[in-house]
């Protein structure tokens, strides 16, 4: 993953885990999508077998509420930190290499292996011609806006955006950064949450930033300023990292609250979703309601982690120093994993069940990822882009012998 770039003595390790975390659940976000029971508007996926249950449209939709604004939230912490460590130029050089640079080679290298792959599964479904697959252009109106874009590399996009925005305004703007010591962000349980109507204004005024999902090639301007909040709350964060420590005593009981918010959540998104024409009020109970979810979760897992990794073990180290690489690769995984699984369902004339195809699929790319990482990428030229230069022998080397990925 995109990392701070500081010496061991200056990393946080509870923040590296939480923020491998929060790359890694999207592994488990894309392998639901095969099998939720309504589909996510805007969301092309090259397998549809519904569960009959609801099941996994609840694992995604709780993890959609706060992952990425977690991500966000974390890479702007460690943005301030690393501006603080080398300074705005060193700092403007390192952003290019770790995110930059990966975002480029994925678009060249990853995204169109996996855009044939999804087109071998519509051509299979009599849905389009391999012409228009090849040519990447679809007559189906719903696939030529929806297929073609980023796909899961578009917060590459954003964080690079956001990097180039904050380096602007430490170079050129440092007043604009500067905030009064006097403001306490962490001194109480309760003074995190003036951040939660930010967050309810942008939701009020475009919840589809939370309900669609739109494949682009550049960036939607409302998504822009929805995580661009996540980021610039980081930055401050750091300002006061001192005070973290005082997430641990609440951080459960938000994760528990996060869990309590969210059928209501939930129940308000699929009345959206199934076409519910309510009273505009129920927009802003919808907003609101998703922006104290975001935030409980938020706060609560920093919490979590804060107290449970203090100090991350090698074997730890090592999965998030992989995690990068994973989320990277890991669409490709999971759609073919799925694809071969639905192939063989029908060729086989059997039926294998959801919760399996989905352990398969997360599974698959889980362990391709590591393995390659440890045995091709981490300390080629690819690890050298994501992650900086690696020495072999290192103690996360040997807890991935211990591991058995040697």
Not at 251 to 266: I, T, Y
């Amino acid at each position: 993953m995109p990392d701070a770039g500081g010496s061991p003595n200056t990393r946080i390790d509870a923040l590296d885990a939480l923020r491998a975390a929060a790359m890694l659940l999207g592994v488990f976000l894309h392998a639901s999508v095969a099998y939720l029971h309504r589909p996510v508007p805007g969301l092309v996926w090259l397998v549809d077998d519904p569960s009959p249950s609801w099941a996994f449209d609840l694992l995604f939709w709780y993890l959609h509420g706060f992952r990425i604004p977690l991500f966000f939230l974390v890479a702007g912490f460690f943005a301030a930190l690393l501006c603080d460590l080398r300074g705005p130029r060193a700092y403007l050089e390192h952003r290019l290499k770790r995110i930059g640079g990966p975002l480029l080679g994925a678009a060249l290298v990853i995204l169109p292996p996996t855009y044939l792959l999804w087109g071998l599964s519509l051509v299979g479904q009599d849905i389009v011609s391999w012409r228009e697959v090849l040519r990447g252009s679809y007559s189906d109106q719903v696939l030529k806006h929806d297929l073609m874009g980023l796909g899961h590399l578009w917060f590459l996009q954003y964080l690079l955006i956001y990097c180039l925005v904050y380096f602007a305004l430490r170079r050129w703007l440092p007043g604009i950064l500067s905030i009064p010591s006097r403001v306490r962000f962490l001194d109480a349980w309760w003074r995190p949450f003036p951040w939660v109507i930010g967050t309810f204004v942008i939701l009020w005024l475009r919840p589809e930033v939370y309900t669609i999902f739109e494949n682009r090639w550049g960036p939607d301007p409302w998504e822009l300023a929805y995580h661009g909040l996540f980021f610039f709350v980081g930055t401050r964060i750091h300002r006061v990292r001192d005070r973290l420590n005082r997430l641990i005593p609440t951080g459960r009981w938000f994760v528990v609250a996060s869990v309590a918010v969210f059928p209501l959540v939930f129940v308000l998104l699929e009345r959206r979703m199934a076409g519910d024409t309510s009273p505009p009020a129920s927009t802003w109970i919808f907003a609101g309601a998703t922006a104290i979810f975001c935030w409980l979760g938020i706060l609560g897992f920093l919490g979590l982690f804060m107290e449970e990794y203090e100090k991350i073990s090698p074997r730890v180290r090592f999965v998030a120093d992989a995690a990068y690489w994973i989320y990277l690769v890991h669409v490709f995984l999971v759609g073919l994993t799925q694809l071969l699984i639905f192939w063989a369902e029908q060729s086989l004339n059997i039926a294998v069940p959801r919760i399996l195809s989905f352990t398969l699929a997360a599974g698959c790319a889980f362990a391709v990822g590591l393995a390659s990482y440890r045995y091709v990428v981490r300390y080629g030229l690819v690890g050298k882009w994501l992650h900086g230069k690696k020495v072999r022998g290192e103690a996360v080397d040997r807890a991935a012998e211990a591991a058995g990925l040697s």
